[in-house]
Protein backbone atom coordinates (compact mmCIF):
# COMPACT_ATOMS: atom_id res chain seq x y z
CA UNK A 1 0.00 0.00 0.00
CA UNK A 2 1.23 3.44 -1.07
CA UNK A 3 2.43 5.50 2.17
CA UNK A 4 -0.40 8.57 1.79
CA UNK A 5 2.77 10.85 3.19
CA UNK A 6 4.47 10.59 -0.02
CA UNK A 7 0.42 12.12 -1.90
CA UNK A 8 1.25 15.03 0.41
CA UNK A 9 4.64 15.81 -0.56
CA UNK A 10 3.20 15.67 -3.87
CA UNK A 11 0.52 17.74 -2.96
CA UNK A 12 2.35 20.66 -1.12
CA UNK A 13 4.95 20.15 -3.84
CA UNK A 14 2.49 21.12 -6.50
CA UNK A 15 1.09 24.75 -4.71
CA UNK A 16 4.62 25.78 -3.75
CA UNK A 17 6.78 25.16 -6.61
CA UNK A 18 4.94 26.48 -9.52
CA UNK A 19 6.10 25.85 -12.96
CA UNK A 20 9.04 23.40 -11.33
CA UNK A 21 6.09 20.74 -10.47
CA UNK A 22 5.76 19.99 -13.80
CA UNK A 23 8.93 18.93 -14.50
CA UNK A 24 9.50 17.07 -11.32
CA UNK A 25 6.36 15.44 -12.01
CA UNK A 26 7.02 13.79 -15.33
CA UNK A 27 10.64 12.39 -14.17
CA UNK A 28 11.26 8.79 -13.60
CA UNK A 29 9.75 7.15 -10.44
CA UNK A 30 13.02 6.80 -9.30
CA UNK A 31 13.87 10.52 -9.50
CA UNK A 32 10.93 11.87 -8.32
CA UNK A 33 10.88 12.07 -4.41
CA UNK A 34 14.45 12.90 -4.11
CA UNK A 35 14.43 15.17 -6.69
CA UNK A 36 10.92 16.55 -5.24
CA UNK A 37 12.26 16.44 -1.26
CA UNK A 38 15.19 18.17 -2.37
CA UNK A 39 12.97 21.08 -3.66
CA UNK A 40 10.65 21.26 -0.79
CA UNK A 41 14.00 21.34 1.31
CA UNK A 42 14.74 24.22 -0.68
CA UNK A 43 11.56 26.01 -0.54
CA UNK A 44 11.59 25.64 3.22
CA UNK A 45 15.14 27.31 3.67
CA UNK A 46 14.45 29.98 1.49
CA UNK A 47 10.94 30.66 3.12
CA UNK A 48 12.75 30.79 6.65
CA UNK A 49 15.22 33.54 4.76
CA UNK A 50 12.96 35.73 3.66
CA UNK A 51 10.26 35.79 6.80
CA UNK A 52 10.11 39.39 7.08
CA UNK A 53 7.94 39.68 10.08
CA UNK A 54 11.59 38.91 12.97
CA UNK A 55 14.94 39.99 11.97
CA UNK A 56 17.90 39.52 9.69
CA UNK A 57 19.82 38.10 12.32
CA UNK A 58 16.99 35.81 13.58
CA UNK A 59 16.04 34.36 10.35
CA UNK A 60 19.89 33.88 10.14
CA UNK A 61 20.22 32.03 13.28
CA UNK A 62 16.89 29.89 12.27
CA UNK A 63 18.82 29.28 8.98
CA UNK A 64 21.84 27.85 10.62
CA UNK A 65 19.54 25.98 13.12
CA UNK A 66 18.06 24.69 9.56
CA UNK A 67 21.36 23.76 7.76
CA UNK A 68 22.61 22.18 10.93
CA UNK A 69 19.63 19.40 10.33
CA UNK A 70 21.78 18.25 7.51
CA UNK A 71 24.58 17.22 9.39
CA UNK A 72 23.49 15.82 12.78
CA UNK A 73 19.92 15.56 12.39
CA UNK A 74 18.02 16.44 15.64
CA UNK A 75 14.18 15.83 15.57
CA UNK A 76 13.58 18.42 18.90
CA UNK A 77 14.66 21.21 16.46
CA UNK A 78 11.84 21.03 14.26
CA UNK A 79 9.43 22.11 16.22
CA UNK A 80 11.11 25.06 16.63
CA UNK A 81 10.43 25.79 13.21
CA UNK A 82 6.52 25.25 13.22
CA UNK A 83 6.31 27.32 16.69
CA UNK A 84 8.49 30.33 15.23
CA UNK A 85 8.14 30.50 11.60
CA UNK A 86 5.16 28.70 10.83
CA UNK A 87 2.36 30.99 12.38
CA UNK A 88 4.03 34.30 10.93
CA UNK A 89 3.36 32.74 7.25
CA UNK A 90 0.74 34.21 5.56
CA UNK A 91 1.12 32.00 2.16
CA UNK A 92 -1.17 28.86 3.78
CA UNK A 93 1.35 26.44 1.88
CA UNK A 94 4.52 27.92 2.80
CA UNK A 95 3.11 27.57 6.55
CA UNK A 96 2.23 23.96 6.19
CA UNK A 97 5.57 23.42 4.66
CA UNK A 98 7.30 24.28 7.73
CA UNK A 99 5.28 22.61 10.53
CA UNK A 100 5.42 19.78 8.88
CA UNK A 101 9.25 19.29 8.00
CA UNK A 102 9.58 16.12 9.98
CA UNK A 103 7.41 14.28 7.48
CA UNK A 104 9.70 15.40 4.83
CA UNK A 105 12.76 14.46 6.64
CA UNK A 106 11.16 11.00 7.17
CA UNK A 107 11.05 10.47 3.94
CA UNK A 108 14.33 11.79 2.96
CA UNK A 109 16.02 9.80 5.67
CA UNK A 110 14.04 6.28 3.92
CA UNK A 111 15.95 7.41 0.16
CA UNK A 112 19.36 5.46 -0.12
CA UNK A 113 22.77 6.61 1.48
CA UNK A 114 23.81 7.96 -1.93
CA UNK A 115 20.47 10.21 -2.31
CA UNK A 116 21.01 11.18 0.86
CA UNK A 117 24.67 12.42 0.42
CA UNK A 118 23.81 14.27 -2.82
CA UNK A 119 20.81 16.13 -1.24
CA UNK A 120 23.09 17.01 1.87
CA UNK A 121 25.73 18.61 -0.65
CA UNK A 122 23.17 20.20 -2.26
CA UNK A 123 21.15 21.92 0.60
CA UNK A 124 24.83 23.29 2.13
CA UNK A 125 25.44 24.77 -0.85
CA UNK A 126 22.11 26.14 -1.63
CA UNK A 127 21.78 27.82 1.54
CA UNK A 128 24.89 29.49 1.70
CA UNK A 129 23.24 31.98 -1.28
CA UNK A 130 20.63 32.76 1.36
CA UNK A 131 23.37 33.62 3.80
CA UNK A 132 24.60 35.46 1.69
CA UNK A 133 21.42 37.51 1.31
CA UNK A 134 21.18 38.07 5.07
CA UNK A 135 24.94 39.13 5.66
CA UNK A 136 25.17 41.78 2.55
CA UNK A 137 21.70 43.19 2.33
CA UNK A 138 20.31 45.25 4.62
CA UNK A 139 16.85 44.33 6.62
CA UNK A 140 14.10 44.73 3.76
CA UNK A 141 12.33 48.74 3.71
CA UNK A 142 14.62 50.24 6.29
CA UNK A 143 15.86 52.97 3.52
CA UNK A 144 19.33 51.44 2.82
CA UNK A 145 21.16 49.60 -0.16
CA UNK A 146 23.81 47.68 -0.68
CA UNK A 147 25.10 45.92 -3.36
CA UNK A 148 26.94 42.81 -4.68
CA UNK A 149 31.12 44.03 -4.85
CA UNK A 150 31.94 42.69 -8.23
CA UNK A 151 31.09 40.37 -11.05
CA UNK A 152 33.11 37.71 -9.54
CA UNK A 153 30.81 38.43 -6.27
CA UNK A 154 27.51 37.85 -8.73
CA UNK A 155 28.39 34.72 -10.22
CA UNK A 156 29.74 32.74 -7.06
CA UNK A 157 26.25 34.05 -5.68
CA UNK A 158 24.04 32.58 -9.06
CA UNK A 159 26.40 29.48 -8.38
CA UNK A 160 25.18 28.86 -4.75
CA UNK A 161 21.70 29.24 -4.84
CA UNK A 162 20.92 27.84 -9.02
CA UNK A 163 24.32 26.63 -10.25
CA UNK A 164 24.54 24.22 -7.70
CA UNK A 165 21.55 22.58 -8.70
CA UNK A 166 22.14 21.73 -12.35
CA UNK A 167 25.48 19.63 -10.43
CA UNK A 168 22.99 18.26 -8.83
CA UNK A 169 20.62 17.44 -11.03
CA UNK A 170 22.96 16.36 -13.61
CA UNK A 171 24.31 13.98 -10.26
CA UNK A 172 20.99 12.03 -9.34
CA UNK A 173 20.13 11.37 -13.14
CA UNK A 174 23.51 9.82 -13.78
CA UNK A 175 23.16 7.75 -10.75
CA UNK A 176 19.46 6.10 -11.68
CA UNK A 177 19.31 6.13 -15.63
CA UNK A 178 21.67 3.76 -17.33
CA UNK A 179 21.01 5.32 -20.37
CA UNK A 180 23.50 8.18 -19.32
CA UNK A 181 26.93 6.59 -18.95
CA UNK A 182 28.20 7.51 -21.43
CA UNK A 183 27.89 11.44 -20.32
CA UNK A 184 31.29 13.34 -19.04
CA UNK A 185 30.64 13.71 -15.94
CA UNK A 186 32.51 17.03 -15.11
CA UNK A 187 31.65 18.35 -18.95
CA UNK A 188 27.87 18.07 -18.06
CA UNK A 189 28.03 19.24 -14.35
CA UNK A 190 29.78 22.14 -15.87
CA UNK A 191 26.91 22.70 -18.37
CA UNK A 192 24.41 21.95 -15.43
CA UNK A 193 26.02 24.81 -13.53
CA UNK A 194 26.01 27.50 -16.39
CA UNK A 195 21.90 26.71 -16.98
CA UNK A 196 21.07 27.09 -13.16
CA UNK A 197 23.25 30.45 -13.18
CA UNK A 198 21.32 31.37 -16.60
CA UNK A 199 17.89 30.64 -14.76
CA UNK A 200 18.80 32.69 -11.95
CA UNK A 201 20.11 35.61 -14.25
CA UNK A 202 16.95 35.96 -15.54
CA UNK A 203 15.31 36.27 -11.88
CA UNK A 204 17.34 39.17 -11.10
CA UNK A 205 17.04 41.14 -14.47
CA UNK A 206 13.14 40.67 -14.18
CA UNK A 207 13.12 41.57 -10.41
CA UNK A 208 15.74 44.22 -10.93
CA UNK A 209 13.39 47.11 -9.75
CA UNK A 210 11.50 44.90 -6.61
CA UNK A 211 14.66 44.15 -5.63
CA UNK A 212 16.06 47.50 -5.35
CA UNK A 213 13.13 48.89 -3.16
CA UNK A 214 13.91 45.90 -1.02
CA UNK A 215 17.61 47.14 -0.58
CA UNK A 216 18.93 44.29 -2.62
CA UNK A 217 21.16 45.72 -5.44
CA UNK A 218 22.98 41.87 -7.63
CA UNK A 219 24.18 44.57 -9.95
CA UNK A 220 27.94 44.88 -9.26
CA UNK A 221 29.13 47.68 -7.24
CA UNK A 222 32.56 48.18 -8.81
CA UNK A 223 30.28 48.34 -12.57
CA UNK A 224 27.95 50.82 -11.30
CA UNK A 225 30.79 53.10 -10.24
CA UNK A 226 32.72 52.81 -13.25
CA UNK A 227 29.26 53.99 -15.43
CA UNK A 228 28.89 57.13 -12.49
CA UNK A 229 26.21 55.29 -10.58
CA UNK A 230 24.92 54.43 -7.07
CA UNK A 231 22.94 51.11 -6.35
CA UNK A 232 20.53 54.25 -4.68
CA UNK A 233 20.62 56.20 -7.60
CA UNK A 234 18.72 52.98 -9.14
CA UNK A 235 15.68 54.19 -7.47
CA UNK A 236 15.08 56.69 -10.37
CA UNK A 237 13.58 54.85 -13.64
CA UNK A 238 15.26 57.28 -15.41
CA UNK A 239 18.67 56.23 -14.82
CA UNK A 240 17.62 52.88 -17.18
CA UNK A 241 19.85 54.61 -19.65
CA UNK A 242 22.86 54.99 -17.87
CA UNK A 243 22.73 51.79 -16.27
CA UNK A 244 21.97 50.00 -19.86
CA UNK A 245 25.40 49.11 -21.38
CA UNK A 246 25.70 46.86 -17.53
CA UNK A 247 22.20 45.18 -18.72
CA UNK A 248 23.43 44.41 -22.34
CA UNK A 249 26.18 42.97 -20.52
CA UNK A 250 24.89 40.97 -18.09
CA UNK A 251 21.98 39.60 -20.92
CA UNK A 252 24.91 38.46 -23.06
CA UNK A 253 26.07 36.36 -20.16
CA UNK A 254 23.01 34.88 -19.37
CA UNK A 255 22.17 33.94 -23.46
CA UNK A 256 25.85 32.47 -22.95
CA UNK A 257 24.57 30.17 -20.27
CA UNK A 258 21.52 29.56 -21.53
CA UNK A 259 22.94 27.93 -24.69
CA UNK A 260 25.21 25.62 -22.50
CA UNK A 261 21.77 24.65 -21.52
CA UNK A 262 20.93 23.78 -24.24
CA UNK A 263 23.53 22.05 -25.43
CA UNK A 264 22.79 19.78 -21.80
CA UNK A 265 19.58 19.16 -23.20
CA UNK A 266 20.08 18.19 -26.52
CA UNK A 267 23.13 15.68 -24.61
CA UNK A 268 19.98 13.59 -23.12
CA UNK A 269 19.51 10.74 -25.19
CA UNK A 270 15.88 10.68 -26.96
CA UNK A 271 14.75 7.89 -25.28
CA UNK A 272 15.16 9.77 -22.25
CA UNK A 273 12.16 12.29 -23.08
CA UNK A 274 10.84 12.98 -19.43
CA UNK A 275 14.35 14.15 -18.91
CA UNK A 276 14.34 16.49 -21.74
CA UNK A 277 11.61 17.55 -20.99
CA UNK A 278 11.91 18.10 -17.58
CA UNK A 279 15.04 20.07 -18.80
CA UNK A 280 13.21 22.07 -21.94
CA UNK A 281 10.38 23.21 -20.30
CA UNK A 282 12.22 26.13 -17.60
CA UNK A 283 14.95 26.81 -20.23
CA UNK A 284 12.19 27.98 -22.69
CA UNK A 285 10.14 29.54 -19.72
CA UNK A 286 13.75 31.30 -19.19
CA UNK A 287 14.62 32.31 -22.69
CA UNK A 288 11.22 33.95 -23.22
CA UNK A 289 11.33 35.77 -20.40
CA UNK A 290 14.48 37.00 -21.21
CA UNK A 291 13.60 38.47 -24.39
CA UNK A 292 10.86 40.58 -22.04
CA UNK A 293 13.66 41.67 -20.26
CA UNK A 294 15.45 42.80 -23.00
CA UNK A 295 12.55 44.11 -24.55
CA UNK A 296 11.54 46.49 -21.73
CA UNK A 297 11.94 50.21 -22.10
CA UNK A 298 12.14 50.87 -18.24
CA UNK A 299 13.41 47.97 -16.32
CA UNK A 300 13.91 50.18 -13.31
CA UNK A 301 10.16 50.88 -12.93
CA UNK A 302 8.12 48.81 -10.22
CA UNK A 303 5.23 49.37 -12.35
CA UNK A 304 6.35 47.34 -15.44
CA UNK A 305 5.43 43.45 -15.22
CA UNK A 306 7.81 41.00 -17.11
CA UNK A 307 5.76 37.84 -16.76
CA UNK A 308 4.80 35.10 -19.38
CA UNK A 309 0.99 34.60 -19.61
CA UNK A 310 -0.20 31.41 -18.68
CA UNK A 311 -1.86 30.51 -21.74
CA UNK A 312 1.72 31.22 -23.91
CA UNK A 313 3.42 29.16 -21.29
CA UNK A 314 1.25 25.95 -22.61
CA UNK A 315 1.83 26.60 -26.07
CA UNK A 316 5.06 26.84 -24.86
CA UNK A 317 5.29 23.34 -23.53
CA UNK A 318 2.81 21.76 -26.30
CA UNK A 319 5.01 23.19 -29.17
CA UNK A 320 8.10 21.98 -27.47
CA UNK A 321 6.84 18.45 -27.01
CA UNK A 322 6.17 17.64 -30.78
CA UNK A 323 10.23 17.83 -31.74
CA UNK A 324 11.57 16.44 -28.11
CA UNK A 325 12.57 12.89 -30.20
CA UNK A 326 14.16 14.75 -32.91
CA UNK A 327 17.59 16.65 -32.26
CA UNK A 328 17.47 18.34 -35.49
CA UNK A 329 14.19 19.38 -34.86
CA UNK A 330 15.31 20.30 -31.05
CA UNK A 331 18.07 22.26 -32.91
CA UNK A 332 15.84 24.54 -35.00
CA UNK A 333 13.51 24.88 -32.22
CA UNK A 334 16.22 26.46 -30.23
CA UNK A 335 17.31 28.75 -32.95
CA UNK A 336 13.77 29.93 -33.13
CA UNK A 337 13.14 30.78 -29.74
CA UNK A 338 16.82 32.59 -29.19
CA UNK A 339 19.20 30.24 -27.62
CA UNK A 340 20.58 27.51 -29.91
CA UNK A 341 24.27 26.87 -29.59
CA UNK A 342 27.02 28.73 -31.27
CA UNK A 343 29.04 26.29 -33.84
Not at 24 to 52: E, H, K, M, N, W
Not at 284 to 305: E, F
Amino acid sequence: MRDPSYDRLYDILKRVSRSFYLSIRILPQSLRVPIGLAYLFARAADTIADTVLISPGERLAFLEQFRSLFRTYDATCLSTFGVALGESQPNPAERELLVTLDQWFAIFHACNGDDQARIKRLMLTLTQGMVMDLTIFPPEQDGHMAALKTRQDLDQYTYYVAGCVGEFWTEMHMAHRRSLAGWDPEVMKARGVCFGKGLQLTNILRDLAHDLRNGRCYLPGEELTAHGLTPTQLLDPAATTAVRPIIRSLLALTRQHYREGWAYTQAIPRREMHMRLACMWPLLIGVRTLALVAQANNLLDPRVTLKIPRHAVYRLLLSSSLCVFSNRALGRYAQHVGCGSQG
